[in-house]
C-alpha cells in the first residue's frame, strides 16, 4: 500500500506470507556464506516451513533445492519471489516476478525500488519492501 506515493508494508500481508505454507524463490541465493541470504533462505525454510528455490547466476543447489537461473525456469507456481539483489537491479527481478504469476515479491531490508513495488502492486501481487522475515516473524510469535 503507498502513502505520499511511498510504499508502506501491510502487517496483515506480511503476517499472511510468514504464516501460510508457500514456495518462496529466493533470488540471491548461492552457497556463499558471506551472503545474507544464506542463513535467511535457512530460517524461511526451517523455522517457518516455506519451500525455498534458490535463484542465482549460477544456479546453485542450496539447502539440499534444486537452483535455477532465472525464474521462469520454475517449474510450478511461486507464491514469493524473496529479493536479495541490489536496489538497482531489483525492478528486473520484480517485472520476472509479475511476469511468471508469482503472488507477492518480498524485497529485503535496504532493497527499495518503489516504482517496482507500484508495479508489481498494479499488477495485483502482495509488496513487502525494505525488511525481512527473520525481523517480521517474531511480531507475530512465529
Not at 104 to 118: P, T
Request: include cysteine.
Amino acid at each position: 500500500m503507498a502513502v505520499d506515493g511511498a510504499h508502506v508494508n501491510d502487517p496483515a500481508v506480511v503476517e499472511r506470507l510468514l504464516r501460510e505454507k508457500g514456495r518462496w524463490a529466493v533470488v540471491g541465493l548461492s552457497n556463499n556464506p558471506l551472503r545474507t541470504a544464506l542463513g535467511v533462505s535457512k530460517y524461511i525454510q526451517d523455522h517457518l516451513g516455506m519451500e525455498i528455490i534458490p535463484v542465482s547466476l549460477k544456479g546453485d543447489d542450496v539447502h539440499g533445492n534444486q537452483g535455477y537461473k532465472r525464474l521462469s525456469d520454475i517449474p510450478g507456481p511461486i507464491d514469493v519471489v524473496d529479493c536479495f539483489v541490489n536496489s538497482s537491479r531489483v525492478g528486473d527481478v520484480v517485472d520476472q516476478a509479475i511476469a511468471v504469476g508469482a503472488k507477492a515479491v518480498w524485497l529485503q531490508l535496504g532493497v527499495i525500488d518503489e516504482a517496482a513495488a507500484r508495479r508489481a502492486e498494479d499488477a495485483g501481487l502482495d509488496v513487502v519492501m525494505n525488511t525481512c522475515p527473520v525481523i517480521e516473524a517474531p511480531h507475530f510469535g512465529l
